[in-house]
């Protein structure tokens, strides 16, 4: 493993005032980027550029996130301490990451195996832990529901009833809703079975799949 020097640190300070340009406001959110080793969470190939405002592939046919994408939709959850989140897509387990050092209980979904089987020893190894579970995001947790925030981090054609289903009343659902461009969307449950919805423009996700399951967005 990588180690964390004091040169990723003062990349990552440069990241946080980049996104802090591009509109991200909650000090909170940008204090996670800044303090999450995205480098650690790369393939060897990419870690040169960790710190740029950039996708890059994890395998399996799945990407890790623009941090700017990551920080935008975590801003979106409106997080409060002790919040229970349910992220669908797990992926590399930057975002999950970020999650929990919102300070959040995290309950995270991935549909990929491999993927799966690396994420879960990973993230533990540099002190993170979330509950994590291997299947069908796109059906959410029952068992350990309801949520006080769900976000999913996959392009969605339409919003999957079982997940509105699984969020509090008062929670805040954030979902890339759309095909080949997804738009971001806001989902707020004001009493079961109503809800508020916001847009907040395009961005490009890995598509949810055929069978309804969901990859890394």
Not at 87 to 114: C, F
């Amino acid at each position: 493993m990588q180690n964390d020097t004091y040169r990723h640190k003062g990349l990552r300070r440069q990241l946080a005032l980049q996104l802090k340009d591009k509109g991200i406001t909650n000090l909170e959110v940008l204090k996670a980027i800044e303090t999450v080793p995205r480098h650690l969470f790369l393939d060897n190939a990419f870690i040169e550029r960790a710190y740029e405002d950039i996708a890059f592939p994890i395998g399996e046919g799945q990407t890790i996130s623009r941090p700017h994408t990551v920080a935008f939709q975590t801003e979106l959850l409106q997080l409060k301490k002790g919040d229970k989140v349910l992220e669908i897509g797990t992926g590399s387990g930057y975002q999950t990451a970020v999650l929990l050092e919102m300070g959040v209980k995290v309950y995270t979904i991935e549909r990929q195996k491999a993927l799966f089987d690396k994420t879960k020893l990973f993230l533990p190894s540099i002190g993170y832990e979330a509950k994590f579970f291997y299947g069908d995001g796109y059906k959410g947790l029952p068992a350990f529901a309801p949520f006080d925030k769900i976000l999913i981090t996959a392009g969605a054609p339409e919003i999957p009833k079982a997940l509105l289903e699984q969020l509090n009343v008062g929670g805040v659902m954030v979902i890339p809703i759309g095909d080949a461009v997804q738009t971001m969307t806001l989902l707020r449950k004001t009493a079961v079975n109503k809800f508020e919805k916001e847009e907040f423009g395009a961005f490009k996700f890995v598509p949810l799949l055929e069978d309804k399951e969901w990859g890394k967005g």
